[in-house]
């Protein structure tokens, strides 16, 4: 497993691809999105979560489940609920969120000596 | 279609999301980064692409296409094959690449008035 980064994980897993552009003042958003992750990871079939956004852009948070009953008991719990309606209403200018089933995944550690060739 | 993001498009499509961790000193980069930028959009079946990066951290670039067979194309283009090879070689700590079918897709868009309820 790459150092981090999420995964591999063994296939077949879903992930959760929310891209998303925020308001100019999303007030609260910060510490909103720290206790989302912290309850996200307590989920059973959570696997694991990247995260990154560019400064005044898009911002990409890519989460990954064992099956769609993890994504639908955490879509369903009602704190994860109530911060996204709070989302829609305050953070968010727009988003797109995908669900998608893992087919293959491959990946790549540099080896120590530094020198991957 | 929220602004500034890619999609929503009509399923099934497909996402690759590739997670990475850069080196020290990634020369050419970000010369290349435009480049395959540039390729990819002229691939038959490409449909968009969100990128972001923590600074010294993870980036995340997530692709869209149409179907396996436009997957497949891009990963055997010869420029794109050449640019993946130096990058082991040079540019990346890490990556993880995760190839994805999409099943369903929401989106939301800010009403023009500002507000969302």
């Known amino acids: 497993m790459p150092e981090g980064l999420s995964g591999p994980f063994e296939p077949p897993y879903y ?22 992750l912290e309850l996200a990871r307590q989920q059973p079939g959570f696997l694991g979560i990247d995260s990154a ?5 898009v911002g990409i948070t890519v989460s990954y489940w064992r099956d769609e009953e993890s994504i639908a008991g955490w879509r369903n719990n009602a704190e994860h609920t109530a911060t996204r ?21 491959y990946d790549f550690s540099r080896p120590d000596d530094g020198r991957a060739d």
């Open 85 to 105: 309606e709070h989302g829609r209403k305050h953070w968010y200018e727009g988003f797109v969120n995908h669900v998608a089933r893992v087919e293959r995944v």
């Open 53 to 57: 956004r560019v400064d005044g852009g």
């Open 15 to 36: 992930v959760v691809v929310f891209t998303s552009r925020l308001t100019a003042s999303p007030d609260g958003y910060g510490e909103a999105a720290a206790r989302m």
